[in-house]
């Protein structure tokens, strides 16, 4: 048997637990003295991934510990940093770079285990679940925001790198996140951080306060903590300041004013002195085959990180009423207001010169449609910037006891909330164009070309007053939980005792995302080229759930769980399921151990799937029929291909669906844990993870592909069909008096059952520590390597591995090494990452067949590598230093010479790789 102070000692070492099924040198851990005529009493821990209370951390589900020494000791400052680097969290996510672009959820911070989507992670704050951010991921679907949690309060973050629903319910499909905070705290500590960056911007602060008392009877821990962060500006790096920076090439300066004869393609000539005299500070530019305007380089505009002020405070404690039954409580609360800072306002519209007569004609038979178009000077119109004011609570009250001296029972009630409000200030659609173009006055809905201004005049502060409104978004979100949990031994068998634990709960949620009027108005009265998504619903969930623990031999453990959900939203057919799971534990000997699992998921769809309103957003697809029509002549021998097409922009629409079922889905794996030599253990896992009928939002390119197959009556389709008649109802296109007939407009989708992802992959760990009278050395390897990635848009689709794909930017692998060093009172970790090869962000004309245009190699980026290093100074038993910096050698991705769009780097696979080498220091006292 382990010992359960082996835990607390890997805790108290600080031994940078990162894919750990056991703590280092469990194995070998001296056998509890079952012959003493009293037994020692140890305590029983429980452990993420199992509801078991148990004696060591021998489970067959593979367990992450991160403590908050090794967050400090590697360089990380929060939750989201730490949880950032697994090696598990392969998938690709919307960063700060993303969103100071536009991004729907530019202010939050989510991880993605496996590459499922930040929704399918289970997230835990003590156990309990929180409220899902009220603005969706990506405009589409819930998850948690990780970064409203004070560290201060961290004690360890607990990850189960497998599929868990058996356990904890429908969401945790690709792991589960367990946030642990402090308890029982006897003293006072005060910290002090200070930080800042190699290149300048993005200065941190951080101050805190976690002060505790434990008496006879009762326990307090309290934290209070503030911390400040400056944003970084792209202008503030050297690599992505200026279009010179650009790695295919200089293009031309942004066409910050300028007038385009559209069916002429060429730029009316504004000469230098209009461009002076705009007084927008724009130089007299030429691009090549379009002529001359005013351009200005808005390159460095962009927040590549964003401004935060947080101020969180939490309390924990508990009151033993008797001996068998006590109470126990928790709050955490934090208030965080924050910046987002993107490039400047703009105006683009068309005006269209000759209107058309009475009787539907054009006068002269002829259209000259003319596109006006200014981007603003800051000193004109400010910068584009998004402010957020956001606060979470969460409150816990509960009681829990010994029942019969045998049984150990829980019962509370959690309530976890989120407030969401942005603003930013934005152009008025009917009001900005009515200055350029004049106004609508016929029915046609063409301007009049009376605007009060030109296009190259001043902007006075009278049109600003004018043009400019201010967009406010408010968003709220509720998770309520009430349960009861109960576990201890049933009885004995010749090999142990059987354990279980079983568990009741209700759950409910719900939030609202209310946009003001001009956001998802469509009638000319919005806000200039800015949409949208709204929505609100809530719904209960039932639960219960049992786990037993059978000792069937000497050795060897089979624990069987399952878990039964019932969900009740009034609207979808979503109704219960159960999500069994078997996991088993063999140790042959003491030093090894072998493991597997087995289980099946469902997860029901997320409510923004379901109850999202009326939604916009913009994008782009390839429209093959435009392709072969006015590229291609209409030539019937024409190969629709990305290699011989470009996309096509268009403004999307979707809303929410009331006919979806739930995703459901097989995980298992298989591993052993060893220790072949004294202080040396490692692990190895398999593991695979598969989920079908996943939601998502129609492909428009699906759209788009049988548009031209049902047109051209392609691979079986008929225009006439019921199945070509629907697609094509998805569809605008322009019509005769439009500036470009037949062209694509927009695309409306709904979200569908459609999709089945899954991944295959190995994870590994060696963990190694020596001890000698020079100090002590420990070692910590760990390892993430994707062998299948296979993924199937549609039923009708190929289930193909896309590992390997051009388009799947999901590194195939990642790995982290950290080197620890301590003597008496100084100890030092060295932390190093590497980022998997990624394909290049477009991929080379030589790379496709010219005949067919199927791809014929995908070239790849070498790895990302970056270091961390962290130490620290023990100068007596109150005073404290520690200094850290990540990415020491301020280290880059390769140059992409593809990727010719700002951030000039691929910001989805190398979050925060804009920021660069940071340094900083914190100094702490304990009373």
Same mark, same amino acid.
């Given at each position: 048997?382990?010992?359960?102070?082996?835990?607390?000692?890997?805790?108290?070492?600080?031994?940078?637990?990162?894919?750990?099924?056991?703590?280092?040198?469990?194995?070998?851990?001296?056998?509890?003295?079952?012959?003493? %005529?009293?037994?020692?009493?140890?305590?029983?821990? =429980?452990?993420?991934?199992?509801?078991?209370?148990?004696?060591?951390?021998?489970?067959?589900?593979?367990?992450?510990?991160?403590?908050?020494?090794?967050?400090?000791?590697?360089?990380?400052?929060?939750?989201?940093?730490?949880?950032?680097?697994?090696?598990?969290?392969?998938?690709?996510?919307?960063?700060?770079?993303?969103?100071?672009?536009?991004?729907?959820?530019?202010?939050?911070?989510?991880?993605?285990?496996?590459?499922?989507?930040?929704?399918?992670?289970?997230?835990?704050?003590?156990?309990?679940?929180?409220?899902?951010?009220?603005?969706?991921?990506?405009?589409?679907?819930?998850?948690?925001?990780?970064?409203?949690?004070?560290?201060?309060?961290?004690?360890?973050?607990?990850?189960?790198?497998?599929?868990?629903?058996?356990?904890?319910?429908?969401?945790?499909? %690709?792991?589960?996140?367990?946030?642990?905070?402090?308890?029982?705290?006897?003293?006072?500590?005060?910290?002090?951080?200070?930080?800042?960056?190699?290149?300048?911007?993005?200065?941190?602060?951080?101050?805190?306060?976690?002060?505790?008392?434990?008496?006879?009877?009762?326990?307090?821990?309290?934290?209070?903590?503030?911390?400040?962060?400056?944003?970084?500006?792209?202008?503030?790096?050297?690599?992505?300041?200026?279009?010179?920076?650009?790695?295919?090439?200089?293009?031309?300066?942004?066409?910050?004013?300028?007038?385009?004869?559209?069916?002429?393609?060429?730029?009316?000539?504004?000469?230098?002195?209009?461009?002076?005299?705009?007084?927008?500070?724009?130089?007299?530019?030429?691009?090549?085959?379009?002529?001359?305007?005013?351009?200005?380089?808005?390159?460095?505009?962009?927040?590549?990180?964003?401004?935060?002020?947080?101020?969180? %405070?939490?309390?924990?404690?508990?009151?033993?009423?008797?001996?068998?039954?006590?109470?126990?409580?928790?709050?955490?609360?934090?208030?965080?207001?924050?910046?987002?800072?993107?490039?400047?306002?703009?105006?683009?519209?068309?005006?269209?010169?000759?209107?058309?007569?009475?009787?539907?004609?054009?006068?002269?038979?002829?259209?000259?449609?003319?596109?006006?178009?200014?981007?603003?000077?800051?000193? =004109?119109?400010?910068?584009?910037?998004?402010?957020?004011?956001?606060?979470?609570?969460?409150?816990?009250?509960?009681?829990?006891?010994?029942?019969?001296?045998?049984?150990?029972?829980?019962?509370?009630?959690?309530?976890?909330?989120?407030?969401?409000?942005?603003?930013?200030?934005?152009?008025?659609?009917?009001?900005?164009? =009515?200055?350029?173009?004049?106004?609508?006055?016929?029915?046609?809905?063409?301007?009049?070309?009376?605007?009060?201004?030109?296009?190259?005049?001043?902007?006075?502060?009278?049109?600003?007053?004018?043009?400019?409104?201010?967009?406010?978004?408010?968003?709220?979100?509720?998770?309520?939980?009430?349960?009861?949990?109960?576990?201890?031994?049933?009885?004995?068998?010749?090999?142990?005792?059987?354990?279980?634990?079983?568990?009741?709960?209700?759950?409910?949620?719900?939030?609202?995302?209310?946009?003001?009027?001009?956001?998802?108005?469509? =009638?000319?009265?919005?806000?200039?080229?800015?949409?949208?998504?709204?929505?609100?619903?809530?719904?209960?969930?039932?639960?219960?759930?049992?786990?037993?623990?059978?000792?069937?031999?000497?050795?060897?453990?089979?624990?069987?769980?399952?878990?039964?959900?019932?969900?009740?939203?009034?609207?979808?057919?979503?109704?219960?399921?159960?999500?069994?799971?078997?996991?088993?534990?063999?140790?042959?000997?003491?030093?090894?151990?072998?493991?597997?699992?087995?289980?099946?998921?469902?997860?029901?769809?997320?409510?923004?799937?379901?109850?999202?309103?009326?939604?916009?957003?913009?994008?782009?697809?390839?429209?093959?029929?435009?392709?072969?029509?006015?590229?291609?002549?209409?030539?019937?021998?024409?190969?629709?291909?990305?290699?011989?097409?470009?996309?096509?922009?268009?403004?999307?629409?979707?809303?929410?669906?009331?006919?979806?079922?739930?995703?459901?889905?097989?995980?298992?794996?298989?591993?052993?844990?060893?220790?072949?030599?004294?202080?040396?253990?490692?692990?190895?896992?398999?593991?695979?993870?598969?989920?079908?009928?996943?939601?998502?939002?129609?492909?428009?390119?699906?759209?788009?592909?049988?548009?031209?197959?049902?047109?051209?009556?392609?691979?079986?389709?008929?225009?006439?069909?019921?199945?070509?008649?629907?697609?094509?109802?998805?569809?605008?296109?322009?019509?005769?008096?439009?500036?470009?007939?037949?062209?694509?407009?927009?695309?409306?989708?709904?979200?569908?059952?459609?999709?089945?992802?899954?991944?295959?992959?190995?994870?590994?760990?060696?963990?190694?520590?020596?001890?000698?009278?020079?100090?002590?050395?420990?070692?910590?390897?760990?390892?993430?390597?994707?062998?299948?990635?296979?993924?199937?848009?549609?039923?009708?689709?190929?289930?193909?591995?896309?590992?390997?794909?051009?388009?799947?930017?999901?590194?195939?692998?990642?790995?982290?090494?950290?080197?620890?060093?301590?003597?008496?009172?100084?100890?030092?970790?060295?932390?190093?990452?590497?980022?998997?090869?990624?394909?290049?962000?477009?991929?080379?004309?030589?790379?496709?067949?010219?005949?067919?245009?199927?791809?014929?190699?995908?070239?790849?980026?070498?790895?990302?590598?970056?270091?961390?290093?962290?130490?620290?100074?023990?100068?007596?038993?109150?005073?404290?230093?520690?200094?850290?910096?990540?990415?020491?050698?301020?280290?880059?991705?390769?140059?992409?010479?593809?990727?010719?769009?700002?951030?000039?780097?691929?910001?989805?696979?190398?979050?925060?790789?804009?920021?660069?080498?940071?340094?900083?220091?914190?100094?702490?006292?304990?009373?």
């Amino acid at each position: 048997m382990f010992k359960a102070t082996q835990l607390s000692t890997a805790v108290r070492l600080g031994l940078f637990s990162a894919t750990l099924g056991l703590s280092v040198g469990a194995i070998a851990a001296e056998e509890v003295d079952t012959t003493s %005529a009293e037994k020692e009493k140890v305590e029983r821990i =429980e452990v993420t991934g199992s509801r078991i209370s148990r004696t060591d951390m021998e489970i067959a589900t593979p367990v992450t510990v991160i403590t908050a020494d090794d967050m400090k000791d590697q360089g990380f400052i929060t939750a989201f940093d730490a949880l950032q680097g697994l090696s598990q969290n392969t998938g690709t996510v919307q960063g700060n770079e993303f969103g100071a672009q536009g991004g729907f959820t530019p202010n939050a911070d989510v991880i993605d285990l496996r590459g499922f989507g930040p929704g399918y992670t289970l997230v835990l704050l003590n156990g309990r679940r929180i409220a899902d951010n009220p603005t969706p991921y990506n405009g589409q679907s819930n998850f948690v925001n990780l970064n409203g949690i004070p560290f201060a309060a961290i004690d360890r973050i607990e990850v189960v790198t497998q599929g868990s629903s058996a356990i904890y319910g429908s969401d945790a499909v %690709a792991g589960v996140v367990n946030i642990i905070l402090k308890k029982g705290v006897e003293s006072t500590t005060v910290s002090a951080m200070m930080g800042t960056t190699k290149d300048g911007g993005g200065d941190q602060s951080r101050f805190s306060v976690v002060t505790g008392a434990v008496g006879s009877n009762y326990s307090v821990t309290a934290a209070l903590e503030y911390s400040k962060q400056d944003p970084i500006y792209a202008r503030d790096r050297d690599f992505m300041d200026s279009v010179d920076d650009n790695p295919a090439g200089a293009g031309p300066l942004a066409r910050g004013i300028l007038v385009l004869d559209a069916f002429a393609g060429k730029y009316r000539d504004p000469g230098e002195q209009k461009c002076i005299d705009s007084g927008s500070g724009y130089v007299y530019a030429e691009r090549a085959n379009f002529g001359k305007y005013c351009g200005v380089d808005t390159t460095g505009d962009n927040t590549i990180k964003n401004k935060r002020e947080n101020i969180s %405070a939490y309390f924990s404690g508990t009151y033993d009423f008797s001996d068998s039954i006590s109470g126990f409580a928790d709050v955490m609360y934090s208030q965080m207001e924050s910046g987002v800072y993107g490039s400047r306002h703009f105006f683009s519209e068309y005006l269209l010169l000759n209107t058309p007569d009475g009787s539907g004609n054009f006068a002269g038979g002829t259209r000259d449609y003319v596109l006006h178009q200014r981007i603003f000077g800051f000193n =004109e119109l400010g910068q584009r910037t998004t402010e957020f004011d956001e606060s979470n609570t969460n409150v816990t009250l509960g009681l829990k006891g010994v029942l019969a001296d045998n049984y150990d029972w829980k019962v509370f009630y959690s309530d976890s909330s989120l407030d969401y409000e942005s603003r930013r200030d934005w152009l008025k659609e009917e009001a900005v164009t =009515e200055y350029f173009l004049g106004q609508v006055d016929n029915p046609y809905g063409l301007y009049n070309g009376a605007g009060k201004v030109g296009i190259y005049d001043v902007i006075t502060q009278d049109i600003r007053d004018s043009v400019m409104g201010t967009q406010v978004i408010t968003a709220d979100s509720y998770s309520r939980t009430f349960a009861a949990e109960i576990s201890g031994d049933l009885f004995d068998m010749p090999a142990g005792a059987v354990g279980f634990a079983a568990v009741a709960e209700y759950n409910k949620q719900g939030y609202d995302l209310i946009q003001d009027e001009r956001t998802m108005n469509n =009638e000319g009265m919005g806000w200039q080229g800015l949409t949208g998504t709204e929505g609100g619903g809530d719904r209960d969930r039932y639960a219960v759930g049992l786990e037993v623990l059978v000792p069937v031999l000497d050795g060897l453990d089979v624990t069987l769980a399952g878990r039964y959900d019932q969900y009740d939203d009034s609207t979808t057919d979503v109704g219960g399921r159960l999500s069994p799971s078997v996991a088993v534990t063999y140790k042959p000997m003491d030093e090894l151990m072998v493991r597997g699992t087995w289980g099946q998921s469902f997860r029901a769809p997320d409510m923004h799937y379901v109850f999202a309103g009326d939604s916009g957003y913009y994008s782009s697809t390839y429209d093959w029929i435009d392709c072969r029509v006015n590229d291609y002549d209409n030539d019937p021998s024409f190969v629709p291909s990305e290699s011989n097409c470009n996309t096509t922009s268009f403004k999307g629409s979707r809303s929410g669906s009331k006919t979806l079922e739930e995703e459901s889905g097989t995980n298992w794996g298989i591993g052993i844990v060893a220790e072949p030599i004294e202080n040396l253990s490692f692990t190895l896992d398999y593991y695979s993870i598969k989920l079908e009928d996943i939601i998502n939002d129609e492909s428009e390119q699906d759209i788009m592909d049988l548009e031209y197959d049902c047109t051209y009556s392609r691979n079986g389709k008929d225009p006439s069909s019921a199945e070509c008649m629907a697609n094509q109802a998805k569809i605008t296109r322009g019509g005769p008096d439009s500036l470009d007939e037949g062209a694509l407009i927009s695309i409306d989708t709904t979200p569908v059952n459609k999709s089945q992802y899954q991944q295959d992959g190995l994870d590994a760990s060696i963990h190694y520590k020596l001890s000698t009278e020079i100090g002590d050395f420990g070692a910590q390897l760990n390892w993430t390597h994707i062998l299948h990635t296979k993924y199937q848009a549609t039923d009708e689709s190929m289930l193909e591995d896309i590992r390997d794909d051009m388009n799947n930017y999901e590194p195939r692998s990642k790995t982290s090494l950290v080197l620890s060093y301590s003597y008496q009172d100084f100890y030092m970790a060295i932390r190093g990452d590497r980022t998997g090869k990624v394909p290049l962000w477009e991929q080379p004309g030589e790379n496709y067949d010219p005949e067919t245009g199927d791809v014929l190699k995908v070239d790849r980026l070498d790895p990302y590598y970056t270091v961390n290093l962290g130490m620290g100074y023990q100068f007596n038993d109150n005073l404290s230093v520690s200094m850290s910096a990540e990415n020491i050698f301020n280290s880059r991705p390769e140059t992409d010479v593809t990727h010719d769009s700002w951030p000039y780097y691929n910001s989805f696979s190398y979050p925060g790789a804009g920021v660069g080498a940071t340094y900083r220091a914190e100094v702490s006292y304990k009373f």
